[in-house]
């Protein structure tokens, strides 16, 4: 279903959220009345219709990202290298293999859909953005500072880098998260690495910043907004209460580039870190009919919580598409939640 412009801002296709009867059936969990989470963040709805489902003989899940292109059309990344094309339902409709240079698939984790409808890819396993067109051609390669490099000199952990990838609404600034730590920096800290566009179309290395991530949770998704700040997924999970997730908003202005600090830990002196705000405790959202096959799962409604992307935006107010990555496991869910969520001032 097609999302009008509002207010001449944005452009997205997704589920309008008054309407996510029309992904599922009776039989399938679904809630459609809007459940608060918190103050700022409400879940309008949640479909299962692509759990353990096939399209044209490729598995439908593993799901780590989620895009938005300048038509409103959704495409889902699995981090086994394919990327879903979705229709207006948000169900298959094409799929599209990648490949590194050396034609192995990748461990591919963030998806933006350019200006041009060529795809920029983050794989977690180097760290890597690679750029592909829509048929999945390997086009290029950014360039990647050192220091977050898995290689010596670099401090990258193998599969805790780039996570998360966005692109900002002008096309001008794009940024990776790492999930995890670098070995040289403390465990409770992110780097954020951007890349800015020259007027030829090509990124060139921008500033890096630093933030500090909730104690024992990683960072799945970012997604920027509007007026230069970033949502920020992160999640855990621990044998005893299942899988957890937060929604967080970063600030980066202000920030110190931290491309040359060595290393860095939380409140380290001389380092000013993106400011981060609690949006929702995703765990306090009302679990409505969800149900979940994880063991002591405390709160059913949420999985292994990958991909973020905002689909629509008017001023503070935003609607947002998350995704489950199921792991390919008879436990986890494929699942996909529309929510609202309204901005703090800054």
């Known amino acids: 279903m097609q999302i009008r412009t509002i207010g001449g801002t944005f452009l997205a296709a997704a589920v309008v ?83 590194d240079e050396s034609g192995q698939p990748l461990d591919s984790e963030g998806l933006v859909i350019d200006r041009d409808g060529t795809r920029l890819v983050s794989s977690e396993t180097e760290p890597s953005v690679r750029r592909y067109s829509a048929d999945g051609t390997l086009l290029a390669r950014l360039p990647v500072p050192a220091n977050l490099a898995i290689a010596a000199p670099g401090g990258g952990i193998r599969n805790r880098t780039f996570e998360g990838l966005t692109l900002d609404h002008t096309g001008r600034s794009l940024t990776a998260s790492m999930e995890g730590w670098l070995r040289s920096d403390g465990v409770d800290t992110r780097r954020f690495q951007t ?52 929604l967080y908003l970063a600030d980066p202005n202000g920030a110190s580039d931290v491309a040359g600090v060595a290393s860095l830990t939380s409140g380290q002196r001389g380092v000013h870190f993106m400011g981060r705000t609690l949006l929702a ?63 703090p001032r800054r």
């Open 281 to 343: 405790d995703l765990d306090n959202c009302p679990a409505g009919r969800a149900v979940s096959q994880v063991p002591d799962q405390v709160n059913p409604l949420i999985d292994n919580v990958e991909g973020l992307a905002v689909t629509e935006q008017c001023g503070d107010r935003l609607q947002v598409l998350m995704v489950t990555d199921d792991d390919e496991s008879a436990a986890q869910t494929t699942r996909l939640y529309t929510m609202d969520v309204r901005l």
């Open 195 to 246: 890349w800015e566009r020259k007027r030829s179309g090509e990124f060139t290395v921008g500033p890096q910043y630093s933030y500090v991530a909730e104690t024992g949770y990683g960072i799945s998704e970012i997604a920027a907004t509007r007026d230069g700040r970033y949502l920020v997924l992160e999640r855990s999970f621990a044998a005893d209460v299942g899988w957890t997730a937060k």
């Open 17 to 99: 959220a008054a309407s996510l009867t029309g992904l599922s059936s009776p039989a399938q969990a679904a809630q459609t009345n809007a459940s608060s989470c918190s103050a700022q963040v409400a879940v309008r709805g949640f479909s299962d219709a692509l759990n353990k489902t096939t399209f044209q003989g490729t598995y439908v899940g593993n799901l780590s990202s989620l895009a938005v292109d300048d038509r409103g059309r959704v495409s889902a990344l699995s981090d086994r290298s394919m990327v879903f094309g979705l229709d207006r339902r948000l169900t298959p409709e094409s799929v599209v293999s990648l490949a």
